[in-house]
């Protein structure tokens, strides 16, 4: 396929012209293990299809191949690997995307018997983002993250320059292109480590400011395309960009929610999970999605009309614990798309779940019952009077990050505070709680 370009976008001058593109064709594989149901690979494998889509590729054939354990150095069986070869030359595949993570070697491998571009669902996730980031810093965080994958991959990548062995006649002042290679991403990931560090400072002084506000912070999480931003919108009246497509929201958004007669509170968008999500990019991504630790109430929007919806639950239970995201902070379960539903699903989907809200943000039916909801998960505030010994630093920060401080006197020894807290915070405070101030 050819796909026209402009010079503009690339910042030319401008006047159009054809460029060669092909169109990259896709095969995508997956192992099912003895343990694992065939029904649940193959949702990650259409998964991994939308994935290839929203990355601009076409896809072809689906392999699933039944064994064990994966081989050392192709991760699947030889056999089966010349079968995907042949299948990938009469089918005119150019890509081929495991559902898998791969080592280096076995990326190396698999492209050599295949003879075309191997890459894994991390890889792959990845390029979605770099497609998809707009600000400064979910760029440097993009970057980031396929600097780390890309690492330990840098071997065969110049695997023709690299001086293999030791000894007589390969010691020399120079550095080979590999060796350079390493040490120039080395210190980009070290420098983008720093400018991220000064984000995650920002981003502290901005939640500080939220928090001296005394406005309380409901954050908004769920898996990918589960219609977070959609439902931000309904609530807020903004207008950010939403759309039926994975992973279209990568940076943050904080926007007030008021309507009478109800608190006010910041409601606060980011980045959607899926299954699988790289651990770079977790560790890239933690500057943005530490604005879920800070959040006195959680939201999880679940696509309620998604069959998967328990796998992708699950998925985000399971990255809100490596995030260390509090188990017991206050969680409202909202079953988003409702509409897309006939009565008789929509009351399976509903069973057993009695304290869950099923709305559509699209039509706004349910938008009321989840503010109820919500209200009532807020925390109620009240001024308490804690006195801290100097050498608590840790209590002290916690009043400044997790509450409202309204007073302070430094004494020898203490300070005491005045501050409005509730929830964990306050029960963790428990102990330098006072009646009055002290002298």
């Known amino acids: 396929?050819?796909?026209?370009?402009?010079?503009?976008?690339?910042?030319?001058?401008?006047?159009?012209?054809?460029?060669?593109?092909?169109?990259?064709?896709?095969?995508?594989?997956?192992?099912?293990?003895?343990?694992?149901?065939?029904?649940?690979?193959?949702?990650?494998?259409?998964?991994?299809?939308?994935?290839?889509?929203?990355?601009?590729?076409?896809?072809?054939?689906?392999?699933?191949?039944?064994?064990?354990?994966?081989?050392?150095?192709?991760?699947?069986?030889?056999?089966?690997?010349?079968?995907?070869?042949?299948?990938?030359?009469?089918?005119?595949?150019?890509?081929?995307?495991?559902?898998?993570?791969?080592?280096?070697?076995?990326?190396?491998?698999?492209?050599?018997?295949?003879?075309?571009?191997?890459?894994?669902?991390?890889?792959?996730?990845?390029?979605?983002?770099?497609?998809?980031?707009?600000?400064?810093?979910?760029?440097?965080?993009?970057?980031?993250?396929?600097?780390?994958?890309?690492?330990?991959?840098?071997?065969?990548?110049?695997?023709?320059?690299?001086?293999?062995?030791?000894?007589?006649?390969?010691?020399?002042?120079?550095?080979?292109?590999?060796?350079?290679?390493?040490?120039?991403?080395?210190?980009?990931?070290?420098?983008?480590?720093?400018?991220?560090?000064?984000?995650?400072?920002?981003?502290?002084?901005?939640?500080?400011?939220?928090?001296?506000?005394?406005?309380?912070?409901?954050?908004?999480?769920?898996?990918?395309?589960?219609?977070?931003?959609?439902?931000?919108?309904?609530?807020?009246?903004?207008?950010?960009?939403?759309?039926?497509?994975?992973?279209?929201?990568l940076d943050p958004a904080a926007r007030l929610v008021e309507r009478p007669g109800r608190r006010p509170f910041i409601l606060t968008d980011t980045v959607g999970f899926i299954r699988k999500l790289p651990h770079e990019l977790v560790a890239a991504f933690r500057a943005t999605l530490e604005e879920l630790t800070e959040a006195d109430v959680l939201v999880h929007v679940v696509d309620a009309s998604q069959g998967a919806l328990e796998e992708h639950m699950a998925a985000v239970d399971s990255l809100l614990r490596e995030l260390e995201v509090a188990a017991d902070r206050p969680t409202v379960l909202a079953l988003n798309k409702v509409d897309r539903l006939d009565e008789a699903h929509a009351a399976a989907v509903l069973a057993g779940r009695r304290s869950a809200v099923a709305l559509s943000a699209a039509t706004g039916e349910g938008v009321e019952t989840l503010l109820d909801a919500i209200e009532k998960a807020l925390p109620v505030s009240g001024a308490v009077t804690l006195r801290i010994p100097h050498g608590d630093g840790a209590a002290l920060a916690l009043c400044y990050e997790r509450g409202r401080v309204l007073t302070r006197a430094d004494t020898p020894g203490h300070v005491t505070l005045e501050v409005e807290l509730a929830g964990p915070a306050l029960a963790a405070l428990g102990a330098y709680r006072v009646e009055r101030v002290l002298d």
């Open 1 to 249: 396929m050819r796909q026209r370009v402009r010079d503009g976008a690339h910042g030319g001058n401008g006047r159009g012209h054809e460029v060669g593109r092909v169109r990259e064709h896709a095969m995508l594989a997956a192992l099912r293990r003895p343990k694992q149901r065939r029904v649940d690979v193959e949702e990650s494998l259409e998964e991994l299809a939308g994935l290839a889509t929203a990355a601009g590729a076409s896809v072809g054939e689906r392999v699933i191949q039944e064994r064990p354990a994966a081989t050392p150095s192709l991760y699947f069986g030889s056999g089966k690997v010349e079968e995907m070869a042949e299948a990938a030359r009469t089918g005119g595949v150019n890509l081929f995307i495991s559902d898998d993570p791969l080592s280096p070697i076995q990326e190396r491998n698999l492209s050599e018997s295949l003879g075309i571009k191997v890459i894994d669902r991390t890889a792959l996730i990845l390029d979605i983002f770099a497609q998809r980031a707009r600000s400064a810093e979910g760029k440097l965080q993009v970057e980031l993250a396929q600097l780390t994958y890309l690492l330990p991959r840098l071997v065969g990548q110049w695997k023709h320059l690299e001086r293999l062995g030791g000894g007589i006649g390969t010691r020399g002042p120079g550095e080979t292109q590999l060796e350079s290679d390493r040490r120039v991403i080395r210190q980009r990931v070290q420098k983008l480590k720093r400018e991220l560090e000064g984000v995650q400072a920002h981003r502290r002084l901005q939640r500080a400011s939220r928090r001296r506000a005394g406005v309380p912070i409901v954050a908004l999480v769920g898996y990918t395309n589960a219609g977070k931003t959609t439902l931000l919108n309904r609530l807020t009246g903004s207008h950010l960009t939403a759309a039926d497509q994975l992973f279209v929201t």
